[in-house]
T-cell receptor, first 112, second 114 residues
């Protein structure tokens, strides 16, 4: 059990560019979650998967955001046409069904 | 809708003093409750959780929390704070089988004075 990993840890991009983040969950966990955290706030739920099915998406997740978990293992979160307001820490978590969520170290996105 | 309120944005305590961080939640059914700690630039580490049973829950690093249904509270306590406890603390509520997602409070920043 190596924990949840996320790549990259930091990403700096220019406004309008597309970015993609990757999350590798704990191997036996079937649920995977994405959260966004801005300075001074708690994490806000974006979306989650059970195996490869995306079960819920927050209204925070605009059309520019898309997430996939193609084989029920790792997941990617893509942001198209980034805006300065997208600057945040993007956190991934995994769990076994509805048990405790374990978080990765996060990807810090800065949009210039 | 589920929600969490952490009334204290920032708390300062002296090393060795006791600590209590407040958390109030709103949830329509039996909640799953969590406390996490986050160091600067890092992810969240689980301190403890409450799903059911004994309302006094023990966690890691000497922390405990008490679930009080009548007050919709889940306050975090530690009898003697160490300088390494300085961090940001988040309370969260989850819905178990109804909603796997968790809703977090905005956190309490703990400063420890020597």
């Amino acid at each position: 059990d190596t924990g949840v990993s996320q790549d990259p840890r930091h990403k700096i991009t220019k406004r309008g560019q597309n970015v993609t983040f990757r999350c590798d969950p704990i191997s036996e966990h079937n649920r995977l979650y994405w959260y966004r955290q801005t300075l001074g706030q708690g994490p806000e739920f974006l979306t989650y998967f059970q195996n490869e099915a995306q079960l819920e998406k927050s209204r925070l997740l605009s059309d520019r955001f898309s997430a996939e978990r193609p084989k029920g293992s790792f997941s990617t979160l893509e942001i198209q046409r980034t805006e300065q307001g997208d600057s945040a820490m993007y956190l991934c978590a995994s769990s076994f069904t509805t048990d405790t969520q374990y978080f990765g170290p996060g990807t810090r996105l800065t949009v210039l | 809708a589920q929600s969490v309120t952490q009334p204290d944005i920032h708390i300062t305590v002296s090393e060795g003093a006791s600590l209590e961080l407040r958390c109030n939640y709103s949830y329509g059914a039996t909640p799953y409750l969590f406390w996490y700690v986050q160091s600067p630039g890092q992810g969240l580490q689980l301190l403890l959780k409450y799903f059911s049973g004994d309302t006094l829950v023990q966690g890691i690093k000497g922390f405990e929390a008490e679930f009080k249904r009548s007050q919709s509270s889940f306050n975090l306590r530690k009898p003697s704070v160490h300088w390494s406890d300085a961090a940001e603390y988040f309370c969260a509520v989850g819905g178990g089988t109804n909603a796997g997602k968790s809703t977090f409070g905005d956190g309490t920043t703990l400063t420890v004075k020597p």
